[in-house]
C-alpha cells in the first residue's frame, strides 16, 4: 500500500504513468477510489497517454484518519490535494477531475492556487450556498444517527430512498470510511460549502460540468450556477445510465482540448 504522510493521516494513492499531461483524480463523500470505480464514477478508467493520479482522500477508502471534522473541511482536503500535486507534478499544471466532495476540493484548491490547474472536469457538484444548510442538517443528523444506532439503521434510510435515474442498475455499496471515522466525515462535509460565487468567478480554466437529473444532493442548480459563474465552462446533463457511461470519453476530450501539456509551468506562486 503506497501511502504520503499529510498532517494527521496518511493519504493511498495509485499512479498511472503513460508519459502524458498530468491528470489528478478525487472521489466523493464516503467513497473511494474502488467505489467510485463500482458506482462508474471512475472517469480515468478509460484514459491513455497521461499521468494520472489517483488518492483516497483522508479517513476515506486506504487512507487514514483522524475523528475529527475539521479535518474533513474541503479548504484542509485542498490542501492535502495541492501537497500531493506538489510530490508528483512539481512546478506542472494538472488536469482536475471529481465528482461532488472531489469537486469541491478541486475548486478550494483552485482558489489557494488558480495556476496550478489547466482545466477541470467536474461531476455531480454537490449542494452549494442557499441549498447548503439543509444538506448540512442531514449530515448532523447522520452522524448523530451512527454514534447512537451504528451505521446499520443509516443503510436501511439510504437504501429506501429513489435514487436517480442515470444510477439506476449500479450496485448497493456502504460507506468507504471506517466506522470510528464516519461522524466525523459526516460532520466535517456539513461545516464545508464550495467557495464564494465571487471565488468561483475568478477561475478561468476551462470546465465541463457533468450533472443528472433528480438528485437532491447534487441538484442541477449548483451545475447552473458554477457554469454560468466560470466563463469557460459547460453544462451536460444526464438523464439515463448511458449518458453517464459517455463521461469517460468527455474527460479524455477536456484534456485534448485543455492547453495542458507535460512541460506546462506555473506562472506565480502560490498567495
Known sequence: MHRIEVPGAQIAWAFSDESGPPVVQ????????????????????????????????????????????????????AEDLLHLLEVWFPGEQVHGVGPSMGAG????????????????????PPTAWATRAARAEEYRRAATLLEAHGIERMLAADAAAPGPPAAAGRPDTVPHVAADLLPAVY????????PTPEQIARLTQPTTVLAWIDD????????EALVSLMPNA?????????????????????????????TATLSRPRG
Not at 463500482?38 to 472517469?43: A, G, K, R, T
Not at 460532520?187 to 464550495?194: C, E, I, P, Q
Not at 437532491?216 to 451545475?223: D, E, K, R, V, Y
Open 105 to 124: 476540493t478541486l475548486l478550494h484548491a483552485a482558489v489557494l492556487e488558480p495556476d496550478r490547474f489547466s482545466g477541470f472536469t467536474l461531476l455531480l
Open 216 to 223: 437532491p444532493g447534487h441538484p442541477i442548480s449548483t451545475a
Open 187 to 194: 460532520r466535517g462535509a456539513a461545516l464545508s460549502d464550495l
Open 26 to 77: 478525487l472521489h466523493g463523500l464516503t467513497s473511494s477510489r474502488s467505489r467510485d470505480r463500482l458506482l462508474d464514477l471512475d472517469l480515468g478508467r478509460g484514459l491513455s497517454d497521461t499521468r494520472l493520479l489517483r488518492y483516497d482522500a483522508r479517513g476515506h477508502g486506504h487512507s487514514t484518519g483522524r475523528p475529527v471534522p475539521e479535518d474533513y473541511l474541503w479548504p484542509t482536503l
Open 234 to 262: 459547460a453544462l451536460q446533463v444526464a438523464s439515463t445510465p448511458d449518458e453517464v457511461r459517455r463521461w469517460p470519453a468527455v474527460l479524455a476530450a477536456d484534456i485534448a482540448r485543455s492547453p495542458l501539456s507535460a
